[in-house]
C-alpha cells in the first residue's frame, strides 16, 4: 500500500551557480507525508539521484536542470524502492533520453533467516537485516544498494538473486503499462 | 566444404547492416522501452542464394548509436518511414529544439538589436531585429515585448544558444512574423501538434467542418485559434486540448456533437 507521486520537471533553466557545462543537472526532492523534509530524505534523495544519473543520457542536454519530486502518499515498508519505482516511470512517460530503465527491490531477513520480498512496515520493524537494491534492465546488475542491519555475504547474495528476479516482474509491469499509455493512438 | 566457408566469412563483413534493417522492420508498430537493442546477431547464418545489398538505416529521435547497436532511449512506437528511415514516436509535453521547426515564441526582452523569445525550452532563444522581411538598420520592425512571433529555427543545438528567424533562406516572409491581437494561445502535447500537421490529417478535416478559424500550430506545443466570436474561439481552443487523450472514434462523436450545437 506504500504509494509515492513523482513528477519530473525539464529540460528547464537553470541557476549560473548550479549548471554544469557538459551535462544536465539532475536535482532530487523527496517530500514526506507529514512533516519538513529531514536527513532520512536527504538520504533517500541521494540514493535517487545517483541511480537516475547513471541511466539517464544527461550529456545530451547540457546547461539544462531536471527536476524530481518525490511525495511520499502513503508508507507502509519498502519507501526507497518505491520512491524508485515511481522515478523510473516518471522519467521514462516525460521522454527523457534514458541508455537503461532501473527498478527497486526491497528484501528483509527476518530472525528465521526468511527472506522476505516488499515487506510491509510491521515485517521491516521485525526483521534483523534490511536491504533495498536498485537492479537495471539490461543486464540485470546492481545498480545502487542500501542496506541497515546484520548479515551474512551469502545471504547478502541470496538476496540479490532474489530481488533479480522479482525485477522481471516490474520490467514487465513498466512494459505493460506504456503498451496501454500509447495503445490509444497505435 | 572449404570454398564454401570462405563465400560466407566475405559476405558476412561486406553487408553487416542487411540483417539490422530487417529486425528493425520486424519490430515498427510496437511499443519500446528504452534499454532495448537492435543488434547485428552474428550467430545467424546469411543467406548465400539471396542478392545481398548494403542497406543504409537512418535513424530518428529516439534511437541512438552506440558502437555496432542501435539503443532505444525514449519509449514510444516505432515508426518506420520509406525508404529507410526509423523513430520512435513518443508523447511528451517539454519542447526540445530542433533546426527547421517553425515555433509560437513570446518576446520577452527587448535588447539593442537583439529580441529574447521564450519558446518553453530549458533557455530563451534570440530573434536579430534584421530577420523579419524588409527590415534594414533603418526601417526596424514593429516588435513590442509580449509580442507572438512565429519563427523558425535556424540553431538549435545542444551547446549554443538557439536562434530564430523570422524569414525563410530567400528573404521571404512566408507567414512568418510578428501575429497575434484578439486570438486565444495554449499549448497542448507534442504529439497532438505532430498529428495536426501531418499530411491528411484526419483532426484538421474534421475541424474545417466546425467553424471557420484562424489557427497558427506551433512545433514547441502551442497552438493560438481566432475564430469570429469568443465563444467559438473557447470551444474550438477545448476540444483541441481534449483531444489529445482520445482515440480517432470519441474525438469524431465529440465533434459531432458540438456541430449539432448540445455543447
Known sequence: ?186 | MQRQYTVYLQSFISRPCVRMFSSLKLRVGEVLLPGDEFSFDTADRLSLTEAVKAEKVVCGPGLRRSGDRLLVCKSGVLRHKEPNTFWMDSQQRRYVPAKGESIIGIVTVKSGDVFKVDFGGSEQASLSYLAFEGATKRNRPNVQVGDLVFAQFVLANKDMEPELVCVDSSGRANGMGVFGGGGLLFSVSLGLVRRLLAPHSEILTDLQQLFPCELVVGMNGRLWVKSSTVQQTLVISNLLQSCDTMTAQQRQQLFRRVAQGAL
Open chain 1, 1 to 186: 500500500d506504500t504509494s509515492v507521486l513523482a513528477g519530473v520537471y525539464g529540460p528547464a533553466e537553470v541557476k549560473v551557480s548550479k549548471e554544469i557545462y557538459d551535462r544536465a543537472t539532475l536535482e532530487v526532492l523527496v517530500q514526506p507525508k507529514v512533516g519538513l523534509p529531514g536527513v532520512r530524505e536527504r538520504s533517500q534523495e541521494q540514493c535517487v539521484r545517483e541511480t537516475c544519473e547513471a541511466s539517464l543520457l544527461l550529456t545530451l542536454h547540457p546547461r539544462s536542470s531536471l527536476t524530481l519530486i518525490l511525495q511520499v502518499l502513503h508508507d507502509d515498508g519498502s519507501l526507497l524502492s518505491c520512491s524508485l519505482n515511481a522515478a523510473c516511470m516518471a522519467l521514462m512517460d516525460a521522454g527523457l533520453p534514458m541508455s537503461c530503465l532501473f527498478c527497486g527491490v526491497t528484501c528483509a531477513i527476518d530472525t528465521d533467516g526468511q527472506i522476505i520480498t516488499d515487506p510491509t512496515a510491521a515485517q521491516e520493524k521485525e526483521s534483523r537485516a534490511l536491504m533495498t537494491f536498485a537492479i537495471d534492465s539490461k543486464e540485470r546488475r546492481v545498480m545502487m544498494s542500501s542496506t541497515k542491519g546484520s548479515f551474512s555475504v551469502h545471504e547478502m547474495q541470496q538476496c540479490i538473486a532474489v530481488s533479480q528476479k522479482a525485477s522481471e516482474k516490474i520490467f514487465q509491469f513498466y512494459r505493460d503499462s506504456v503498451r496501454r499509455r500509447y495503445s490509444k493512438t497505435l
